[in-house]
């Protein structure tokens, strides 16, 4: 266990629904990165964080797809609409300012599109 | 090309073999080389973490990076059921650059 918690672990939703995950970094960290993994894949970056302010976005996070982190410590990502190529691991990891060749990851939401 | 290449295996090995598991990469700019283990439904571990060229060992784990040739390794001793995984290799430019590219990972089975 990294200390970094993400909820649901598991989420089967239907082609069109929106759905939520969140994601609870390990305290002292201030960088917050979300990635998306699918199978045979390594994690491919969507995100990241530094406090509550979103530094960079992926061109994988298309308009359909948001992340917040309202206060700096916990984040969510939402993806509306959703469609079957949505269906992935999505991974969150947190780190230290400045040590972002030392993330932790937390275990992932997996995502099902039916 | 893909920005960091790996054979994705599998990888077969016996208990206590020593295991080499390689990436190759295409971006000069990157300084910071990071090996992760994945067990099947979990997130990724960090194991270690390397900047720039040169040798780093930790226990049974041995990473090594050869900028000229944009190659890095990763060697495991005596190797266990345990270590059984997928191995993602990782890189970055920077610290403060964070945009981590991570490779395909390979697949790794230890028989006892």
């Known amino acids: 266990d990294t200390g970094v918690s993400q909820d649901p672990r598991h989420k089967i939703t239907k082609r069109g629904q929106n759905v939520t995950f969140r994601c609870d970094p390990i305290?002292?960290?201030?960088?917050l990165y979300w990635y998306r993994q699918t199978l045979g894949q390594g994690p491919e970056f969507l995100t990241y964080?530094?406090?509550?302010?979103?530094?960079?976005k992926s061109r994988l996070l298309s308009d359909r797809f948001s992340a917040e982190r309202p206060k700096g410590s916990f984040s969510t990502l939402e993806i509306q609409r959703t469609e079957q190529g949505d269906s992935a691991m999505y991974l969150c990891?947190?780190?230290?300012?400045?040590?972002?060749?030392?993330?932790?990851f937390g275990p992932g939401t997996r995502l099902t599109v039916t | 090309q893909k920005e960091v290449e790996q054979d994705p295996g599998p990888l077969s090995v016996p208990e206590g073999a020593i295991v080499s598991l390689n990436c190759t990469y295409s971006?000069?700019?990157?300084?910071?080389f990071m090996w992760y283990r994945q067990y099947s439904r979990k997130g990724p571990e960090l194991l270690m973490y390397?900047?720039?060229?040169g040798n780093k060992e930790d226990g049974r784990f041995t990473a090594q990076v050869d900028k000229s040739s944009k190659y890095i390794s990763l060697f495991i001793r005596d190797s266990q059921p345990s270590d059984s995984a997928t191995y993602l290799c990782?890189?970055?430019?920077?610290?403060?650059?964070?945009?981590?590219?991570f490779g395909p990972g390979t697949s790794l089975s230890v028989i006892p």
């Open positions: 990891a947190s780190s230290l300012r400045d040590r972002g060749d030392e993330q932790y």
């Open positions: 305290s002292e960290h201030n960088r």
């Open positions: 964080f530094q406090n509550e302010a979103q530094l960079e």
């Open positions: 971006n000069s700019a990157f300084q910071y």
């Open positions: 390397t900047y720039s060229s």
């Open positions: 990782a890189m970055s430019e920077g610290t403060s650059y964070d945009k981590v590219i």
